[in-house]
């Protein structure tokens, strides 16, 4: 069985945000870089998998040189081989043209079995691994919390739903499945692990190395900013009648809670 782990490179949550001059993006000396986390758990679900059918697990990212990092910690956990793709000279990476570029230089893989996290940590669009299926014509499902291998051609995938229930779906291969975050524990890479990455292929692809046309999709991004904080203390005085009436005004026109 062959699988494919989608993984991105992400800002730390303990990272300093700071924009560039030109408001369209973030100064990447100030951040932290790390794997995405919920792709870790799309990561150890295939690394599970591989284990149970003697499969092949290849990683695949797409980003800046320091995005190689994450397929080095990926070989180093168990992956077989990476796939690299640089963004270098490609401008406004809306999902649609991310699951383009990517679904473009995975196509003649022929996966088994395409696993990503359910959304990034960044820009948490949680779109990629379903316009993934969709460019690739393969069966799909989200918000997976567990996986079992019928046989060579289907499989079945346990699906969050609301309220506490779960359901479980057969569906046939290749599939294309987001992993929600706790389906497992993700390990940590061995020394053996990590002294073999150097031992692993890594498939690297630029810009021409791609057959799509990726020249526009609609998207731009106009601004970037901050939130804005704003903190003001309203002090409702007068008779309890008073008081009440001008609470109610404030919660139904002014907050409209009510």
């Given at each position: ?5 989608l993984?991105k ?5 303990d990272?300093k945000i700071v ?7 973030l100064?990447?000396?100030a ?16 690394l599970q ?7 092949e697990?290849?990683v695949?990212?797409?980003?800046g040189?320091s995005?190689?990092?994450?397929i ?36 003649d ?18 779109q990629i691994?379903?316009?993934?299926a969709?460019?690739l ?20 995938v346990?699906?969050e739903l609301?309220n506490g ?11 294309s499945?987001?992993i929600q ?6 390990r ?11 031992n692993?292929?890594v498939?690297?692809y630029t ?8 020249s526009?999709d609609g ?5 970037m900013?901050?939130p804005?904080k704003?903190?003001e203390?309203v ?8 008081i009440?009436n ?13």
């Amino acid at each position: 069985m062959k699988i494919c782990v989608l993984i991105k490179q992400v800002a730390s949550e303990d990272s300093k945000i700071v924009l560039n001059s030109d408001k369209l993006s973030l100064n990447s000396d100030a951040l932290n870089l790390i794997s995405n986390e919920p792709d870790t758990y799309a990561l150890e679900e295939a690394l599970q998998l591989k284990e149970k059918t003697n499969g092949e697990v290849k990683v695949c990212t797409f980003g800046g040189e320091s995005s190689r990092q994450v397929i080095k910690d990926a070989l180093a956990k168990g992956a077989d081989s990476g796939i690299f793709i640089s963004d270098d000279g490609i401008d406004n990476k809306s999902p649609q043209k991310v699951a383009k570029i990517i679904a473009d230089r995975i196509k003649d893989e022929n996966f088994d079995v395409i696993l990503s996290g359910l959304q990034s940590n960044d820009s948490g669009f949680a779109q990629i691994g379903l316009l993934i299926a969709e460019h690739l014509d393969t069966s799909h499902a989200s918000l997976v919390m567990g996986t079992e291998i019928i046989n060579d051609s289907s499989i079945k995938v346990k699906l969050e739903l609301e309220n506490g229930w779960f359901q479980w779906s057969e569906l046939d291969l290749p599939t294309s499945l987001t992993i929600q975050s706790g389906i497992n524990t993700p390990r940590y890479a061995t020394l053996k692990g990590i002294m073999s990455v150097k031992n692993k292929t890594v498939d690297s692809y630029t810009k021409e190395d791609l057959s799509c046309d990726i020249s526009t999709d609609g998207y731009k991004i106009v601004e970037m900013f901050e939130p804005v904080k704003s903190k003001e203390t309203v002090r409702v005085e007068g008779t309890p009648d008073e008081i009440v009436n001008e609470l109610v005004d404030i919660l139904k026109n002014k907050l409209k809670v009510i």
